[in-house]
């Protein structure tokens, strides 16, 4: 006796299979849309995790912050080393009052009053206690920030919320507003780009800037950092000429923060605007390109960028 399947059997069956499928299908979508949860608050970092961390670290910018000469470091120390911030020293509050560093140009910071430099020696930069609260030899994974001030951890809610402690309008580098403007990577997480303990990418790591739409000017510009040309925030452009900076020999964005300071922008649009480095706005500015590879000699001799090109005139890239 041959064993037959029903017709409503059958139907039965495929009607499961298919629903099955979509929650999967939902699943898999609801977890690529979800956010990285938050680590656990009562889980304690391993000694292999800590050291994993730690390795990454000291490649990082946090873990070289001492800064002499800008007025007593204990103050800058507020975001550069909180470990090392004394919130009742009387310069603590002149050190947030731009008027208070006023200084002959190319002259030392002056001191301020009240505020004691820290040693480099007693220097701790921005290590693991900043982020994370100490347990016994170890630290909570689940990220906190040091209050030196309340002398508290606060907890945070995310990534960016810990970043924006320092980084959210701080002398100059308002990171976190940029982020709020930015057309490209509109509502980006900072942990998209950079690393919890600095291994940061890079943006040709998710961008392949030898193909597609630009390529050509890609590869016409390997001294110029991204930012410089989608920058949409206007900022001033330089080429760096600092041989301790990472961007060095680069076109770069620049800020004021304290002094003239190469910062890429986080401010991003996909449009470029070229008049920007090769054409000056004046007669009187110079461009910060000295040539231009338009092989048209009625609008560029030789390369030439000090002549306007109607194409830029008409606001055309």
């Not at 979800?34 to 680590?39: D, E, F, R, V």
């Amino acid at each position: 006796m041959t064993n037959r399947l029903s017709p409503q059997y059958i139907i039965l069956l495929v009607g499961v299979f298919l629903l099955a499928s979509g929650l999967l299908t939902y699943s898999l979508d609801a977890q690529e849309l979800t956010p990285t949860p938050m680590p656990d608050l009562d889980a304690i970092a391993s000694p292999v995790e800590v050291a994993a961390a730690r390795a990454v670290w000291e490649q990082s910018g946090h873990a070289d912050t001492f800064d002499d000469g800008l007025g007593a470091d204990t103050t800058c120390a507020r975001c550069k080393s909180p470990l090392n911030w004394d919130p009742s020293a009387p310069a603590a509050e002149a050190a947030l009052d731009c008027a208070s560093c006023k200084r002959i140009p190319g002259e030392p910071r002056p001191l301020l009053e009240g505020g004691t430099p820290v040693a480099m020696s007693e220097w701790q930069n921005i290590g693991c206690p900043v982020c994370h609260e100490p347990v016994g030899d170890s630290y909570r994974v689940a990220p906190a920030f040091w209050n030196q001030k309340l002398g508290v951890y606060e907890p945070v809610e995310s990534g960016s919320e810990l970043c924006a402690h320092c980084h959210e309008g701080q002398h100059g580098f308002q990171v976190v507003e940029e982020m709020q403007a930015d057309q490209a990577h509109a509502s980006w997480p900072c942990l998209n780009c950079h690393g919890p303990h600095g291994d940061d990418i890079q943006c040709v790591d998710c961008h392949n800037v030898s193909t597609g739409a630009g390529a050509e000017e890609h590869a016409n510009h390997p001294d110029v950092v991204c930012s410089a040309c989608h920058d949409q925030g206007g900022l001033a452009l330089w080429r760096e000429r600092d041989t301790d900076s990472s961007f060095y020999g680069s076109v770069v964005t620049i800020r004021f923060a304290h002094t003239l300071t190469s910062w890429p922008s986080h401010n991003l649009r996909t449009q470029v605007s070229c008049g920007r480095c090769h054409h000056a706005a004046g007669p009187y500015n110079a461009p910060i390109a000295d040539s231009v590879s338009c092989s048209n000699e009625a609008c560029h001799p030789q390369g030439a960028v000090l002549h306007w090109c109607p194409i830029f005139a008409r606001g055309e890239p």
